[in-house]
């Protein structure tokens, strides 16, 4: 289904056709008539099936601009889930002019009070930095129309339920309430009960991946070596068309230009660049003009590109549907594809939800060495040789030909052509990648958690929290208040780790 057959505005539908979509995914197209109307809904669905555009264009279009109060709130269990909803909706809703902000954890408060005086009509945040506005009174959310539990499941895993209702007892009790979660275990069906009126249940089938034409690699690297191993592999690899996938904007920047200052003929899109450079971009990379194309999960979302032989997850993604879609960019048409991801050491957990849901096991790679990387550079360019001279009227320049042979030994010539062709090894051009914040520890399948210098603390279900047995009720300790009230925080970690 189109979207503009979804009943959605004009300034939305501008929005829409410039990120380049046209069709709605199955959780868009089911949800979008029943926000509209102003039903409360239960949605199951993976995260990569388009989930934020489903609750979000709905509400953008129930927001009054004019008004100054924040009409909707969505709640988020991680920092980066936050960022990457505000950053959705802000796009999606430029053209309605709405105000969106986000605020949570581990940043300055002082700073995300300052912008609160600009009241936004729709605001994101991760549950323990939304208390404390609340506590702060910084934030009103006495005219919320709208009440978004995005990934509820995960929130519930990491011990925020406290947080969730303690937040919903600011909230108006008429409003739209709306749940998103993967999974759908007792305790969301009791949340649905308890704080939702009449909720209607849309459920989407996660999305199989056929992997039979896509070969899996993983390479394990260090953040600070990934960079170095990746241009190595591309020259040994020599793929014709690839898309290497970044987890932020920043990154896709740091990235391109990196490729290029390598000499590779990469360029990077996301969501800040204009339609305009979004658009000539994918132009050059449809017509084998560009040979690679580094883009974010959203900016490359909804994309159809034939032809594409390599994809490279630079980062891997923090949930395993982000993968299917990632790696469904290749092995298209009976062709066939490889994938490669890197991985860091203590995100090893990720790769295996991975290949738990792919039903494919990833195959180790061995970074290549500075010589094999050579030949790989070696081999690829004799080959763009051979197809020059094919193509080339060389009887034109037979002339000239022989006047530099006279000058120059015929092995001379050559050897400067292949060096010409060829690139210096990754390491002779440095390039400065900036870490990005580390994917949170995924939760442990025996769920025991111990402090690192209290062993009696027990039954955490997050980093930082700790339960208070005597008393019957959960305590938390949260890093961000620690600098404010120069308490002592507990630090748990994974007894596996």
Known sequence: MKFNELGLEEDLLKAIKRSGFEEATPIQEATIPLVLAGIDVIGQAQTGTGKTAAFGLPILQHVDVKEEHIQAIVISPTRELAIQT????????????????????GADIRRQIKLLKHVPQILVGTPGRLLDHINRKTVDLSHVKTLVLDEADEMLDMGFLEDI??????????????????????????????????PQVVKIKAKELTTDLVDQYFVKAR???KFDIMTRILDVQAPELTIVFGRTKRRVDELSKGLEARGYNAAGIHGDLT???????????????????????VAARGLDISGVTHVYNYDIPQDPESYVHRIGRTGRAGHHGISVTFVTPNEMEYLRVIER????????????????????QISSALGDIKDLVEKTETEKYEKQANELLEQYDAVELVAALLNEMTKDDASSVPVKITPERPLPRRKSSNKKFYGPRNRN????????????RKNGRDKKYDRSKRQETGKRNFTIRNKKD
Request: hydrophobic share 30%.
């Open 86 to 105: 505000q950053e959705e909706l802000y796009r999606l809703g430029k053209d309605k002019r709405a105000k969106v902000q986000v605020v949570y954890g």
């Open 165 to 198: 209702e303690a937040i919903i007892k600011n909230v108006p009790e008429e409003r739209q309430t709306l749940l998103f979660s993967a999974t759908m275990p007792k305790t969301i069906r009791s949340i649905g009960e308890k704080f939702m009126h009449e």
């Open 223 to 225: 953040e600070y070596e």
């Open 275 to 297: 339609q305009q450079r979004r658009m000539n971009i994918l132009k050059k990379f449809k017509e084998g003009r560009l040979d690679i194309l580094v883009a974010t999960d």
């Open 357 to 376: 849901l792919t039903k494919k096991r990833m195959e180790p790679l061995r970074p290549p060495t500075e010589k094999e990387a050579f030949i790989g």
């Open 457 to 468: 603390v027990k039954g955490s279900k997050r980093k930082g929290y700790y339960n208070d």
